[in-house]
Structure formats: C-alpha cells, structure tokens
Antibody
C-alpha cells in the first residue's frame, strides 16, 4: 500500500524554524517528484514546493521563497521541508504528496499541523 | 500567473440529484494537467480526476470530468451521501504554475 506519513509539526513562535518530515512506503520513492501542499485553517489548498526525483530541480510558491527549503533522501525514502523565518500566515496543515506529471497528486499524507503564534 | 476560479462557491443539492461544478482558468491550459480533488472535512484531499477526464483508481463512475482550454467541469451524476464535501480543481505539472481553485462546497439541501 502506498503510504505517506508526515511528522514534525507543532507550535512555533514567529521568526522560528521547524523541519517537517515525510516517510514514504509502498512505492519506489526515488522514481517520483514529490510536493508539499498546505491548507490554512478553514481555507483552501496551496501548493508550497516540489522536488525532482534526484533533487536537481526544486520549485517554490513565491510566498515561501528564501525561507523554506525542500529536500529529500532517497536512501531513507524521506521528504523534508525546512521552514525558517516562520510567520503567522504559515499556520496550516502541511501535506506531503506524490506528484505524477500527467496524472495528478496522489496519494496524500494525513498532514501535520504547523502553528505559528506567540 | 494562471488563476483557477471555481463556481459556484456553495452548491446545495439532495441525494440522487446531479451536480455540476465549474472550474475556469484565467488563460488557456492543457487539459493534460487539470485535476479534481475531493476533500471530506477532517480528511486529506483525494484525487478524483486527472487530465481533465480520467478517473483515478477506485473512483466510482458517477464522477466524470470534461472540458478544455479555459473551461472545465466535474459532474457527479447521482449524488450519494458520501459525496457531500469540498471539491478543488488543480493545474499541476512538474514545474509552476501549480495552483488550486478556491473550492466548491457541496452541501446537502
């Protein structure tokens, strides 16, 4: 069974840092692009970042450029999101998602909640 | 920047009725990169349709997608109780733009 399990969320003060992790299983992790998507409380979905199979290409939504870094470790079947200089508007559930270029984002992890507040 | 606008914002229907949800792009997009997702409150989104009209694995055939260019539609032929949820369209690919519509909430009338 294809599975994605996020961890690392929590409460952090504005300006702080947090590192999210996503453990993948049930598929050949190194063969897929991977993405992070977030959802602020009561709001819609927002794509945050994605990374190519070998990590050679990375893309970010403008609002996180220079603050967030996506990375992966194919030997550990893991995806990461390093979040620095966090702001209140970064408060959201963060989902790890497998990306398939012509076949959509599937599956989605259960999400991990990041709360930025003093 | 490509913007996806979904309408209506909220759709109130009864079980057994037909639902038609719209997604309009601010400029023409390839239908190969247009998807629809369902999100039940408290759960992660689930892929329903990819490449505008292809059902994902395990999705019932009452769900169908259509459209091209700037106008796309998700149709649910006969609503089941479990279909009442929020639906998002998405433009996807390996590089930006990767964007979601703001969602349509399908509620029980």
């Amino acid at each position: 069974e294809v599975q994605l399990v996020e961890s690392g969320g929590g409460l952090v003060q504005p300006g702080g840092s947090l590192r999210l992790s996503c453990a993948a299983s049930g598929f050949t992790f190194s063969a897929y692009w991977m993405s992070w998507v977030r959802q602020a409380p009561g709001k819609g979905l927002e794509w945050v970042a994605n990374i190519k199979q070998d990590g050679s290409e990375k893309y970010y939504v403008d609002s996180v450029k220079g603050r967030f870094t996506i990375s992966r470790d194919n030997t550990k079947n893991s995806l990461y999101l390093q979040m620095n200089s966090l702001r209140a508007e970064d408060t959201a559930v963060y989902y790890c998602v497998r990306s398939i270029a012509v076949a959509g984002f599937r599956p989605w992890g259960q999400g991990t909640l990041v709360m930025v507040s003093s | 920047e490509i913007v996806l606008t979904q309408s209506p914002g909220t759709l109130s229907l009864s079980p057994g009725e037909r639902a038609t949800l719209s997604c309009r792009a601010s400029q023409s997009v390839s239908s190969s990169y247009l998807a629809w997702y369902q999100q039940i409150p408290g759960q992660a989104p689930r892929l329903l349709i990819y490449s505008a009209s292809n059902r994902a694995t395990g999705i019932p055939d009452r769900f169908s997608g259509s459209g091209s260019g700037t106008d796309f539609t998700l149709t649910i032929s006969r609503l089941e109780p479990e279909d009442f949820a929020v639906y998002y369209c998405q433009l996807y690919g390996n590089s930006p733009p990767i964007t979601f519509g703001q969602g349509t909430r399908l509620e029980i009338k």
